[in-house]
T-cell receptor, first 113, second 112 residues
Framework: ELKVEQNPLFLSMQEGKNYTIYCNYS?????LYWYRQDPGKSLESLFV?????AVKQEGRLMASLDTKARLSTLHITAAVHDLSATYFC?????????????FGAGTILRVKS | DAGVIQSPRHEVTEMGQEVTLRCKPI?????LFWYRQTMMRGLELLIY????????DSGMPEDRFSAKMPNASFSTLKIQPSEPRDSAVYFC??????????FGPGTRLTVT
């Protein structure tokens, strides 16, 4: 069974600081997704990472994928309050039948001004 | 594109009543997913369809839950009878193949 683990699960950081959220998964996959969820809202797609070494950047967020290590990172640069949200990573397992996207538990990010 | 559409956005009902949640996926998408999100259990996949056919319903919690997809543009999730522990936000998502899933706004269900 595929397990997707995120850490930390809760992150409180000061504005202007940098930090990284980690997403580890337990089986072979070549595609990983990051989603953002604001309180009371739906999940919104942030990044689609489709190959080993893929790196995507959007504003103060940068995501990368290392399929050999089964690891993705979401790096936050000079955090601002607007980045406060819950961030999920999600993986399609290659070896399992079906089309299930397996989600991590989510990382709750609070940026304090 | 209007995105995934769900209705109602909020539903408050009494225990024992039947509840029907509705979803219209993005046109051209061949997969549709129903998820449930609670503080305690996080985001759970309940069931998904491919080309209107249910593929995996292993996440459906009990026989009280049922889902249908009569055509490519409409799906329902029904709970009968509803119980307080069914209170959650229910999301519908759609995609084409193994691409990223697009989520609807969700239905917040409260069962009293």
């Amino acid at each position: 069974e595929l397990k997707v683990e995120q850490n930390p699960l809760f992150l409180s950081m000061q504005e202007g600081k940098n930090y990284t959220i980690y997403c580890n998964y337990s089986t072979t996959s070549d595609r990983l997704y990051w989603y953002r969820q604001d309180p009371g809202k739906s999940l919104e797609s942030l990044f689609v990472l489709l190959s080993n070494g893929a790196v995507k950047q959007e504003g103060r967020l940068m995501a990368s994928l290392d399929t050999k290590a089964r690891l993705s990172t979401l790096h936050i640069t000079a955090a601002v309050h607007d980045l406060s949200a819950t961030y999920f990573c999600a993986v399609y397992p290659l070896m399992e039948y079906g089309n299930k996207l397996v989600f991590g538990a989510g990382t709750i990010l609070r940026v304090k001004s | 594109d209007a995105g995934v559409i769900q209705s109602p956005r909020h539903e408050v009902t009494e225990m024992g009543q039947e509840v029907t949640l509705r979803c219209k996926p993005i046109s051209g998408h061949d997969y549709l997913f129903w998820y449930r999100q609670t503080m305690m259990r996080g985001l759970e996949l309940l069931i998904y369809f491919n080309n209107n056919v249910p593929i995996d319903d292993s996440g459906m919690p009990e026989d009280r839950f049922s889902a249908k997809m009569p055509n490519a543009s409409f799906s329902t999730l029904k709970i009968q009878p509803s119980e307080p522990r069914d209170s959650a936000v229910y999301f519908c998502a759609s995609t084409r193949g193994t691409r990223e899933q697009y989520f609807g706004p969700g239905t917040r269900l409260t069962v009293t």
